[in-house]
């Protein structure tokens, strides 16, 4: 019982070291340029999720692979990024946490983010003191490849939901 027990824990422990899609790594000061990085805010969103907006909005802007069609019924695959944004606004740290398993789509995914780059800086109150922002992004990808990013994504017009309607329980 208790080997069993060890070799579970090995298996986990060596699952989280597996290799997951990375595009950038943390990107040291002196590699910065300054014609590459966005300005220090002035102003702009103050909360994380008005933030996320404009980050998604950025990179649908800069992206051929987007479409804008109602999303499909069944999607071809889901990934999920975490992007680590520093004050300046430029990606320090893009990776998968969560695909399907369609490579390409996880790269088409973390290429747009880099293709978007920079981002307006975060305002302070985003940045909570931090020297970066990190949040979770959602691309939707049906079957031919194009994708919506969830963050700009509508919930249906003719649908009711409690949540959406400032319901509580």
Do not use: W
């Not at 579970?8 to 070291?17: N, Q, R, Y």
């Not at 590699?31 to 909005?57: C, F, M, R, W």
Request: aromatic content about 8%; charged content about 15%; proline content about 9%.
């Amino acid at each position: 019982m208790v080997v069993r027990g060890i070799c579970i824990l090995s298996a986990v422990l060596i699952s989280a070291c597996a290799p997951q899609s990375r595009i950038a790594g943390p990107v040291s000061a002196p590699a910065l340029s300054p014609q590459l990085a966005a300005p220090l805010p002035e102003h702009g969103p103050l909360a994380i999720n008005d933030y996320k907006i404009t980050v998604a909005s950025r990179i649908v802007a800069a992206n051929e692979e987007v479409f804008f069609e109602p999303l499909p019924d069944m999607l071809k695959s889901v990934v999920v990024l975490e992007i680590t944004v520093d004050l300046h606004g430029l990606p320090v740290d893009v990776y998968v946490v969560r695909s399907n398993g369609f490579r390409e789509l996880e790269q088409v995914a973390l290429a747009s983010v880099l293709r978007a780059a920079p981002f307006d800086g975060p305002q302070p109150g985003v940045l909570h003191g931090a020297a970066c922002v990190s949040f979770l992004e959602t691309f939707l990808f049906r079957g031919d490849g194009f994708y919506q990013v969830l963050s700009l994504v509508l919930p249906p017009q003719d649908s009711f939901s409690p949540s959406l309607a400032g319901a509580s329980n």
